[in-house]
């Protein structure tokens, strides 16, 4: 089937002509997602879906089309949209499609036969016990706003009339819960999942436990108040914040004068405990690929490494205008989207203690569990920093009463500096970061 | 899209197992959009977006199945897994009848944006970029966005609804860079309008790009945050964003059925302060949030959800309202064909009030003037909410003062309603929005006039 959407993808861009360039990025998923609520299947949605995005480079201008079928007449007439909005861009000397450059991409299996042979009526059964083992995971839980099985098959091909022609597929699946507790008058909630390429890593158990755990903990949570105080952040916590950094670190972002970092190159940007790497080639990532999104291989980008500032991430475009090579650093959107550059698979290198023993050591802290506004309260360009953050106050090295309702604020330049120490417990999360324990000393907590 | 014996043979196959109720939604969407950064048109994008979703209901069970394949065995395909999904049922045959196709309103654009030349469009951009680096050299970088979709809807059901709608809506946007000792800052300004290329009547992009380019300057000099709790004073469009995550969400029937909202079994109760009422509107022509019918064929609809302070209704769509017995409120929506439809707001509002909004300054001794809002979050169980204020001062002695820089106020909703103590008369609708809930984006409006929360927490770092 790949080699289908590869055919298509090189058909398209046989239609170049003299003059000008053409880029074609065909994608098929399939995806099953299935809700069940008070013991019973919620919603259950099936559904295949195509598309192909056309990107054409006429004497430095660039025009995109696209359209959600791969017929032959919606193919012409994406070209066409295509070539034809390239009439109307700026001319960009570094404009153009990816040429191959040398680099193999690394052998990744990203595809499970067991995914894609999984019966539905056992998609079905993993979400109604998901919501049955989170309501029974504790008695305080009283119910499940949410329990979901889902999945996807993707296939995605891309070509370009400079000759590159690659193409790959991969499986995926999670259960995730939203579990609601509550004791007499107030509620908490609580997320948990469980991510894999095929059904058979999948824990409902793990997933309701944590669910439970999560909600249960807040339960009693009152606002505190304001005072700086160094703050633990749970690993999916981490995860978030280290997306936000990667943006900082794409080549756009140096080149049209957004990035913090622009003109730290080897300078120390973070603790010395901070070492940072994207990795797509890691087949433990989620977010793993063997090629980007202009079909060039990925590679392991040593970002910062003991503090210092080693790496920008590039892609063909970005790299082209800093006079550099691309470090395999593009994304899209799918195939509504122009590629980009973006971090595929960021890692920090773990320390060598648990979130305990880090707890342990703390004696006026806070560990937050969760953080809210990461869109509406920091600003990737300025380096503001604030977010709203629920979790547990640590006091003389242990975990004391739930606090909510806080926001904890700095700036990102500060919160890479401030770093203590960095956990053992690194675990990869849906999404392009993995997850770490993370102290950073010094962070203002607003409350009362 | 597709006919009325069409869609009587489709609806027939997914009630075939014998569902409670089956849908079709087709969607037709074109846009296009140009974009311009670092002083160039990078790039001109055109989209096309056609399929259906088939939805079939039985007992409590939903089975869903979209394609891009409008024709007759695609749409077949598409109802028979929708039917298998939700096969509950008990097997009997149903006649489905939908017959005459309704369009319950014409469409109000006066200039289609599908008429206008590219590069007109184009040119908005460039004097925007213009405009903007005219405001000063320490505007160091500029972006703009141009934008526009024409989304044809249809949706027949077995309850033998035929009914469609012609959605067109434009948007532009402008964001700068400011750079000065104190490091980078930036300033965005949008706007949009279920409307066509006559947004531009309303909007000059020139002055729009000005006003973004002063809000970056502006912060330059901006002091950190204060942190704590004070007295929060939210200009007028500003404070829309605050009600859509305070309470809109938490009145949306879907979670409030699942005991997910603080203001579950309040109908009736007092909830805010008395000075509140609060309105949801569909019907509002030209704001973002607008249609003539939603995504479940319901026309649009206004709903007074807060009323002097008192709870009134929930937001409803069709599953929730037929578990309830009662009407849609026209609120179901969805993010295209691909996605199944849940309760949505539209553009959601407080009305004026009596109040000065000078007096209300005036009246404020120390706390934070919010004169633009960025996008928030909720978490509807707990009430507790954040939104970002991305242009922000200083009050001091009754008086406006100085810049301070971006950051989230978390807030409890329903402590927060109880704790507006004024409103202005000076009702404006904020800038046009997208909401994400449960990762499906929809447009939505909202507006206020100016006004006063008690105690709200900044969630800055200065003392």
Not at chain 1, 288 to 293: H, L, P
Not at chain 1, 418 to 425: A, K
Not at chain 1, 434 to 447: C, H, N, Q, R, Y
Request: charged share 25%.
């Amino acid at each position: 089937m790949s080699k289908s959407l590869l055919e298509i993808a090189e058909r398209v861009v046989g239609w170049s002509g003299t003059g000008f360039d053409v880029e074609a990025f065909v994608a098929r998923e399939r995806e099953t997602e299935v809700r069940a609520y008070q013991g019973e299947v919620e919603s259950l949605t099936a559904a295949t879906s195509v598309g192909i995005g056309v990107r054409v480079v006429r004497d430095g201008r660039q025009g995109f089309a696209y359209a959600a079928a791969l017929d032959e007449e919606t193919l012409r007439e994406t070209f066409d949209e295509a070539l034809d909005n390239s009439r109307f861009g700026s001319v960009d000397e570094f404009a153009g499609v990816a040429e191959p450059d040398g680099v193999a991409a690394a052998s990744l299996d990203l595809y499970r036969s067991e995914l894609v042979d999984f019966p539905t009526d056992d998609k079905v059964g993993l979400a109604l016990e998901l919501e049955r083992v989170t309501l029974a995971a504790d008695p305080r839980v009283t119910g499940v706003e949410s329990a979901e099985y889902a999945d996807s098959v993707y296939e995605g091909a891309v070509a370009t009339s400079r000759g590159v022609a690659a193409s790959s597929r991969e499986t995926g699946c999670y259960l995730a819960t939203y579990s609601l507790a509550s004791d007499g008058d107030e509620t908490q909630t609580g997320f948990g999942f469980s991510v894999g390429r095929h059904p058979g890593e999948l824990s409902a158990e793990t997933a309701g436990t944590d669910a439970a755990d999560r909600a249960t903990r807040l339960l009693g949570a009152s606002k505190a108040p304001t005072r700086r105080l160094t703050v633990v952040l749970d690993p999916y916590v981490t995860a978030r914040l280290l997306g936000i950094v990667g943006a900082t670190l794409s080549g756009d972002a140096v080149l049209k004068g957004r990035s913090l970092f622009a003109d730290r190159m080897n300078d120390a940007v973070g603790a010395p405990s901070i070492t940072l790497v994207d990795d797509a080639t890691d087949p433990d990532a989620f977010t793993a690929s063997a090629i980007d999104a202009e079909g060039l291989a990925t590679r392991r980008v040593p970002l910062i490494s003991d503090g210092v500032l080693q790496a920008f991430l590039y892609d063909t475009y970005t790299a082209r205008r800093a006079g550099v090579s691309s470090t395999g650093s593009a994304v899209r959107g799918g195939f509504k989207g122009t590629p980009g550059v973006g971090a595929h698979a960021l890692r920090l290198a773990p320390g060598t203690r648990s979130q305990a023993e880090i707890v342990a050591d703390i004696g006026d802290g806070l560990l937050v569990q969760g953080v809210t506004g990461l869109h509406s309260g920091v600003n990737a360009v300025s380096g503001d920093f604030s977010v709203g953050a629920e979790g547990l106050r640590i006091r003389d090295g242990e975990t004391a009463e739930p606090i909510r309702e806080v926001t904890i604020a700095s700036t990102i330049q500060r919160l890479l500096m401030d770093v203590t120490e960095v956990g053992s417990d690194l675990e990869w999360l849906p999404m392009s970061a993995a997850g770490v324990t993370l102290a950073i000393a010094d962070v203002t907590m607003s409350g009362t | 899209m597709l006919d009325a014996d069409l869609a009587n043979r489709t609806l027939a196959v997914a009630m075939r197992t014998g569902a409670d109720f089956a849908e079709i939604f087709a969607e037709d969407r074109r846009s296009s959009s140009a974009i311009l950064d670092d002083g160039r048109v990078e790039e001109v994008v055109s989209g096309r977006d056609r399929g259906a979703g088939i939805r079939v209901v039985a007992g409590d069970t939903t089975g869903f199945a979209h394609t891009a394949d409008l024709s007759a065995s695609g749409l077949a395909a598409a109802a028979d897994a929708a039917a298998a999904a939700a096969r509950r049922g008990g097997g009997g045959t149903q006649t489905v009848a939908v017959s005459a196709l309704q369009t319950p309103r014409r469409l109000e654009v006066r200039i289609p944006p599908e008429e206008v030349p590219k590069d007109r469009k184009v040119a908005l951009l460039t004097a925007a970029d213009a405009a903007a680096r005219s405001a000063g050299g320490a505007i160091t970088q500029v972006s703009a966005r141009y934008g526009d979709g024409r989304r044809r809807i249809l949706v027949a059901d077995s309850d033998g609804l035929f009914t469609s709608d012609d959605q067109v809506r434009t948007l532009f946007s402008v964001s700068c860079v400011a750079t000065g000792d104190t490091g980078m800052q930036t300033g965005r300004e949008s706007a949009g309008r279920t409307a066509g290329f006559e947004l531009f009547d309303l909007y000059d992009v020139e002055e729009m790009a000005r006003r973004a380019a002063q809000r970056a300057l502006t912060k330059l000099t901006a002091r950190p945050a204060p942190s704590g709790e004070m007295p929060v004073v939210v200009g007028p469009g500003g404070g829309g964003v605050l009600f859509h995550e305070a309470c809109g969400h938490g009145l949306e029937a879907d979670l409030v059925a699942k005991s997910a909202s603080v203001f579950a079994g309040r109908i009736g109760e007092t909830v805010a302060a008395p000075m509140v009422t609060l309105v949801d509107d569909g019907t509002m022509a030209g704001e973002w949030g607008h249609y003539g019918i939603d995504d479940e064929g319901k026309p649009a609809a206004r709903n007074v959800l807060i009323s002097g302070g008192v709870l009134t209704d929930y937001m409803w769509d069709r599953l929730r309202a037929r578990k309830e017995g009662r009407a849609s409120s026209g609120n179901g929506r969805r993010q295209s064909y691909q996605h199944l439809p849940m309760v949505r707001m539209t553009n959601t509002f407080i009305d004026n009030g009596d109040a000065n909004p000078d007096d209300i300054v005036a009246d404020t001794s120390h706390g934070v003037y919010v004169a633009q809002l960025g996008g928030g979050q909720v978490n509807t169980a707990t009430g507790d909410f954040v939104f970002g204020m991305t242009e922000a001062y200083l009050i001091e002695n009754g008086r406006i003062t100085a810049p301070i820089r971006e950051g989230n106020l978390i807030g409890n909703g329903p402590e927060v309603l109880t704790r507006i103590d004024a409103l202005g008369n000076d009702f404006a609708m904020g800038s046009p929005g997208t909401c994400g809930k449960d990762g499906q984006g929809v447009p939505v409006g909202d507006g206020t006039p100016t006004l006063r929360v008690t105690a709200l927490t900044v969630g800055g770092t200065a003392a």
